[in-house]
């Protein structure tokens, strides 16, 4: 008797249904997530790319001017009468910061009807982007006027040749010529003075 309910209970233990694990649960796939990529920066102002003719700049105690291809007029401030004439004369560019990139002098001035008008250089470079005054060279030195002749670029300086009064000379008739030798000099345009030279007029 006991062995055939020890059978009974091995053949009803088999017809059990079988235990029926559940499936792993799947995961909701999840969106691509979209990688955002930089603005691209605005392109740097080359100096050989400026419109120097069209352009804000300041001219001395006139403040700041902004020429339309290379001129402006503007009322008479001088008491004579004609008007303020601003003008940017002649732009020359060269390595002048020995990094392979140009860099370029610009010759500003302005006209009021009076004598002995004002000019001068202004030498601009590129940095970081941006279009940067390296300073300027004067057209006055010394307490006295002198004329910026043909002024060059030359091997990294600006090589600026001016009429020069002799003691004897009139307003009218300088009867030197001195050649200054500009360079740049701890991030800022100066003089060489052990480098001017002063000779006669050629005849």
Known sequence: ???WLSLLLVVG???????????????????AVERLEPPPAPPCDHVVDVDWRSRT????????????????ERPSTSGTGEATV????RTEVGDLTSDSQPEAVLQL??????NDPPVWLEVFTERDCRIESLGVIPGKHDSDFFDIAEWTIDRGTVL???????????HCCPSMLRTETWRLT???MAEDLTARVSAPLPQ
């Open 186 to 188: 701890d991030g800022r």
């Open 57 to 72: 700049y300041r001219f001395e105690d006139q403040g700041e001017i902004t020429l339309v291809d290379g001129t402006v």
């Open 160 to 170: 600026v040749p001016r009429h020069e009064w002799a003691p004897d000379d009139p």
């Open 86 to 89: 601003f003008s940017l004369a």
């Open 109 to 114: 001035g302005y006209t009021d009807g009076r």
């Open 13 to 31: 233990m088999g017809c059990e249904d079988p235990i029926q694990v559940p499936a792993p649960a799947q995961e909701t796939p999840r969106p």
């Open 1 to 3: 008797m006991r062995a």
